[in-house]
C-alpha cells in the first residue's frame, strides 16, 4: 500500500482538486441553476400554454377554439383559424371611399364584382381525390371564395368521381400486384382504370364539340375547359359544375400533366393541326389582373409546387398578399418552392412585408375539416347575406 492508501494517485489529484475549488464549484452551480436564475418578462402578446378541458364536456367548436393555446402545430392550426376569419372579415367590409380598383368593378374575366377582399384558393391534386373534395365543393357551391388554381389531378378526378368511385385501401399493397388487376394507388386510395376509361368517354365527345366551335373563332384557355366541363357534367356533386354556375375561375397551369393531358394527346394525333388548343398567355393575364384588380387579396394553398408558386407569383404584381395561410408537411432545407418558408416569399415581394402569414406543418386531410368549420361554414348564414347583396 502507498502514501494514497487504497486510493490511485488520479483519484488522490481529483480529489484534491475538488476540495480546494468547493467553495467556488458550488457558488458557480447555484448561479446557473434554474431555480436561481430569474426570468426576463414575457413579451405583452404571449399566450399561456393550456388546452381542453373535456370536464367542461363535449363541445366541439370550444375543442378547435382551444387549439390555439396547446402549442406546436396545434397553436398554427389556431392562428390559421384567425387570419381566415380576418379574411373573410376583410372581404365583407365595403372597399373604402377612394380605393382604386384599377377603373374595374368587376374582374374582367369572370364577370365578378370586386369585393374588398379576393380569396384565392390554391389546392393540389390529392384534396380532390380524398373526402377533401366535398369540403372543397361546399366553398364553391356557397361563393366563399373566389378563384380556384388546382393541377390537372384537381380537376379530372372531380369529374371522375361524378362516374365512378374511388377507394379505401391501404398504404403497403403491392404495386405489382395492383397493376395487374389495374387498380392505381394514390397513398392509401385506389383509382380503378375505369374511371379513366369513364372519363376518356366523357371528354372525347366534347373536345369535337370544341373543335368545331374552334373552327368558327372561339378560342379556348384551360380555364374555358374547365368551365365548359363543369356544365356539361351538370352534376351538384362537381367542384366545377358550381364553378361554372357561380363564375368562379379555376385556372390550371400545368392542365396537360394528367389524364387530360391524354386525352388533348390522342386528340391531336387524330385531328392534328385542327385539333383542339388552348391558351395559357390568356389564362396567365387573367389570374395577373385579378390579383391587380383587387383591392386586397386573400391566399389559402394547401400542397406545394405550382398551384403555391402560381397565386404568390400574381401577387407579386401588386406587392404581395395581405393574408396568407400555407397548410403542407414540406421542408425548407431542400429548397423546394413547396418547402419554402413565407418569409422567403416576402423576399420576392409575394407577401406583403407588414403583414404575418401562417403555416401549419400538416396533413390536410385532418386540419382543412377542422379549419373550414371554425371559419367558411360557422358563417355560412353571413355569407349568404353578403353574396345576395354584393355577388349576385
Not at 385531328?271 to 390579383?291: C, F, H, S
Amino acid at each position: 500500500m502507498d502514501k494514497y492508501g487504497d486510493r490511485t494517485r488520479d483519484e488522490h489529484e481529483v480529489e484534491e482538486f475538488i476540495r480546494g475549488n468547493l467553495d467556488r464549484m458550488t457558488l458557480n452551480a447555484r448561479k446557473f441553476t434554474l431555480a436561481e436564475s430569474e426570468s426576463d418578462p414575457m413579451p405583452a402578446n404571449s399566450r399561456e400554454v393550456k388546452g381542453y378541458d373535456f370536464n367542461n364536456g363535449v363541445n366541439y367548436s370550444k375543442l378547435i377554439q382551444s387549439y390555439a393555446g396547446v402549442g406546436f402545430q396545434a397553436s398554427h392550426l389556431g392562428r390559421a383559424i384567425n387570419v381566415v376569419n380576418k379574411m373573410i372579415d376583410t372581404r365583407f367590409q365595403p372597399i373604402p371611399a377612394g380605393v382604386r380598383t384599377e377603373g374595374h368593378k368587376e374582374h374582367i374575366f369572370a364577370n365578378r364584382r370586386v369585393t374588398n377582399c379576393t380569396i384565392f384558393l390554391g389546392y393540389t391534386s390529392d384534396m380532390v381525390s380524398a373526402g377533401t373534395r366535398e369540403l372543397i365543393r361546399y366553398l364553391v357551391e356557397h361563393n366563399m371564395v373566389d378563384c380556384i388554381v388546382t393541377t390537372a389531378g384537381g380537376i379530372e378526378d372531380d369529374f371522375m368521381k361524378c362516374r365512378t368511385p374511388f377507394y379505401h385501401r391501404n398504404f403497403r399493397m403491392n404495386g405489382a400486384d395492383l397493376h395487374k388487376r389495374a387498380h392505381n394507388r394514390t397513398g392509401n386510395l385506389i383509382v380503378p382504370n375505369n374511371c379513366y376509361r369513364e372519363f376518356h368517354k366523357f371528354l372525347n365527345p366534347i373536345l369535337e364539340d370544341m373543335r368545331e366551335d374552334q373552327m368558327l373563332r372561339t378560342e379556348w384557355t384551360p380555364q374555358k375547359l374547365i368551365w365548359h366541363l363543369g356544365k356539361e357534367i351538370n352534376d351538384p356533386a362537381s367542384i366545377y359544375y358550381w364553378a361554372y354556375r357561380k363564375r368562379i375561375p379555376v385556372f390550371c397551369p400545368a392542365i396537360r400533366d394528367g389524364a387530360v393531358g391524354d386525352v388533348l394527346y390522342f386528340h391531336r394525333h387524330v385531328r392534328g393541326r385542327t385539333a383542339v388548343k388552348l391558351d395559357i398567355v390568356e389564362d396567365i393575364q387573367a389570374l395577373n389582373d385579378m390579383a391587380v384588380q383587387s383591392v386586397n387579396t386573400a391566399l389559402i394553398t394547401v400542397g406545394g409546387g405550382v398551384i403555391k408558386h402560381h397565386i404568390l407569383n400574381a401577387n407579386t404584381f401588386r406587392d404581395g398578399a395581405d393574408f396568407s395561410l400555407f397548410i403542407n408537411t414540406a421542408a425548407e432545407f431542400d429548397g423546394s418552392d413547396a418547402g419554402a418558408s413565407p418569409d422567403e416569399a416576402k423576399s420576392w415581394g409575394k407577401i406583403s412585408p407588414q403583414r404575418t402569414p401562417v403555416k401549419v406543418f400538416a396533413d390536410a386531410t385532418l386540419v382543412l375539416p377542422l379549419l373550414v368549420a371554425e371559419t367558411f361554414a360557422k358563417r355560412e348564414d353571413e355569407f349568404k347575406v353578403f353574396n345576395r347583396t354584393n355577388l349576385n
